[in-house]
């Protein structure tokens, strides 16, 4: 089993900035990537960020891409979510998620999941 704690969340204004946690705890080894998930009231979740442990290249939705920048730390086993420029469309819980996973942004190829974190953006 894998653990994830997520922590950063909060309410921002719009133009602002939040960066989230997520800290990976037991058998991390049975996962390679990590990923960010956001799911906005009456709406579906929808894949954010994803980067692999061993791997420099991360994935980004279209959304976010040049506003939000994922990161890890190995020795902490943690990733993080730089979230900058927000937008009041960004306001949504946001979950990580692990797995050994083969399309980065399928939710549904990650084995493991958060509790989840409320971000919300005023206007």
């Known amino acids: 089993q894998v653990q994830l704690v997520e922590s950063g969340g909060g309410l921002v204004q719009a133009g602002g900035s939040l960066r989230l946690s997520c800290a990976a705890s037991?058998?991390?080894?049975?996962?390679?990537?990590m990923g960010w998930f956001r799911q906005a009231p009456g709406k579906e979740r929808e894949f954010v960020a994803a980067?692999?442990?061993?791997?420099?290249?991360?994935y980004y939705a279209d959304s976010v891409k040049g506003r939000f920048t994922i990161s890890r730390d190995n020795a902490k086993n943690t990733v993080y979510l730089q979230m900058n420029s927000l937008k009041p469309e960004d306001t949504a819980v946001y979950y990580c998620a692990a797995g050994w996973v083969g399309s980065m942004s399928n939710l549904y190829e990650y084995d493991y999941w958060g509790q989840g974190t409320q971000v919300t953006v005023s206007s």
């Open positions: 037991g058998r991390t080894f049975s996962t390679h990537a």
């Open positions: 980067l692999r442990w061993s791997s420099d290249s991360p």
